[in-house]
Structure formats: structure tokens, C-alpha cells
């Protein structure tokens, strides 16, 4: 099997999720993903995430959240911002702001994944992984 980029599979599967208002997506279960999920549940973009499936593959189920009688969903925006073929790192002090702070940038920092405001206050710095609002 080809070497493949999880996080922009992540992504795009919960974007294709929103768009058909999905309740749930899997995604192939990893440490990273498992990371990202997290952000994006505490950040309030998914409703939570649990793991299935036995050792060998492992998925992890997120249930997407909507707002309003016709189900808007919360998540207008997924963008993958540093690729395998492109790396995107970023200095403390250089941190993008999302949409003026509206949306978050989730960066993978030495301290572990967190979005932007959180890597700003620890002082670090990281790979800007993607953007979501």
C-alpha cells in the first residue's frame, strides 16, 4: 500500500461528511488523527469521537455537529495547509490568525497538537497542520 497523507484524508472525508450531513465519519485511527480530533472537539467543531475496530486497523468515529432547523454545519472550512510534499512550519511569533481569530489554525508543536491561541500563550512554535472555521 502507498504511503498516504492521513491527515489530509481526515479532512477531506469530514468535509464530504458535512456537505451530505453525515452524523458520523471514520477515519483510519492514528496518534496524529486522534490529536486533531481532540482539538477539534474541545474547540466545539465536532460533537466527540470514540475509537472501533481491533489492533490491526482501528478507526475512530466522529460524530459532526450542526446548528440550525436545516443543518448547517458548524465546519464551513477544512484546509490542509503543510503537505508531505511541503512542509509549513511556523516561529512562535509568527502563528497565523484564522479569519482575524474567528477560525483556528491546529499546529503540531514539541508540546503536542493544539490550535493556535493555545501554542501562542505556551510560546511555541510548530507545524501549521491545517485550518478549520
Known sequence: ??????????????RNACM????TTQ????RMTKAIAKVLQSEGFIEGFEETGEIPQKFIVISLKYKGRNRQPIIS????VSKPGLRVYSRKKDIPRVLGGIG???????RGVMTDREARSQGVGGEILCYVW
Open 1 to 14: 500500500m502507498a504511503a498516504t497523507d492521513t491527515i489530509s484524508d481526515m479532512l477531506t472525508r469530514i
Open 20 to 23: 451530505v450531513k453525515h452524523q
Open 27 to 30: 477515519v483510519p485511527s492514528t
Open 77 to 80: 472550512t477544512l484546509k490542509r
Open 104 to 110: 483556528i489554525a491546529i499546529v503540531s508543536t514539541s
